[in-house]
């Protein structure tokens, strides 16, 4: 179980019935945490959720939903497949040929 504190997880998975959550701090993946999918807000039960999760005692006493941040990461993700699947300009055939 992860140390206390309030960590940001994002939804990595689900199997039978557990969700996978990997956990962050200062935006680093720090450790993962498995919990009954129900656990979880409704809003949040979906691959790439980012949820705000508080950790006391080994026991996850809040879970919160990031609404915005799940949609600010799947945008900047978008953007960053967009970029790599643009094709690079056509080389200028006669540049190359002329000397």
């Known amino acids: 179980m992860p140390a206390d504190g309030t960590y940001t ?3 990595d998975r689900f199997e039978e019935g557990l969700a ?3 956990l962050e701090a ?3 993946m720090v450790d ?3 919990l009954d ?4 807000p409704e809003a949040g039960r979906h ?3 980012v949820l705000t999760v508080e950790l006391r005692d080994e026991t996850v006493v809040d879970i ?3 609404a915005q ?3 600010d990461r799947s945008e900047r993700a978008q953007r960053r497949f967009d970029e790599l699947s643009q094709r690079p300009p056509p080389v200028d055939d006669e540049s190359d040929s002329a000397g």
């Open 26 to 28: 200062d935006g680093e």
């Open 9 to 11: 997880a994002v939804v």
């Open 64 to 66: 919160t939903y990031e």
């Open 47 to 49: 691959a790439d959720g």
């Open 20 to 22: 996978v959550l990997l």
């Open 69 to 71: 941040e799940t949609t």
């Open 37 to 40: 999918a129900e656990s979880l």
């Open 32 to 34: 993962e945490l498995v």
